[in-house]
């Protein structure tokens, strides 16, 4: 972020500044949204690890049987979670190693929700396809059933 210079005790931020700042506040509204709608679409057990999903989803990850309150899964889903997984997926004392699902569809659904909300409030298919890395037939796919 560049700085555009100072006037008193604030510093102005130049123009590419405020774009950058305006797009991060964006994408963390997006985030939390994202993250409640994930929450309703995923399936029950998994509603409450959307962090841990949207992290290691699709990597194989380690449950340990006895967690410490240091252990990074208790610093992303708190250590509480972390216990009920233990005492939901320890094997006789000992840790599960195994592929923690990408959920895929369920935030598929969230980003097309987003794009329908968008196109129906005036931005372009094109406009969209750029925002959400997709090409504009596939914005266009998704938008069918309420631009026609």
Do not use: C, W
Not at 17 to 26: I, L, P, S, T
Not at 67 to 82: N, R, W
Not at 90 to 104: C, E, H
Request: proline share 5%; aromatic share 8%.
């Amino acid at each position: 972020m560049k700085k555009g210079g100072k006037k008193g005790n604030v510093t102005l931020l130049s123009f590419e500044g405020k774009h950058e700042v305006e797009r991060r506040v964006q994408d963390s509204v997006f985030t939390i949204a994202a993250t409640a709608l994930a929450s309703e679409l995923l399936p029950p057990r998994l509603r409450e690890f959307v962090r841990l999903i949207e992290r290691y989803g699709g990597l194989r990850i380690y449950i340990p049987a006895d967690p410490s309150p240091d252990h990074p899964l208790a610093g992303l889903i708190g250590f509480d979670k972390l216990r009920a997984l233990s005492a939901e997926y320890a094997i006789d004392g000992t840790g599960l190693r195994f592929v923690l699902p990408k959920a895929q569809r369920a935030f598929d659904a969230i980003r097309n929700d987003r794009i329908r909300t968008d196109f129906s409030t005036g931005k372009s298919v094109r406009a969209l396809a750029a925002e959400h890395h997709l090409v504009e037939r596939q914005v266009a796919r998704i938008v069918a059933d309420i631009a026609y």
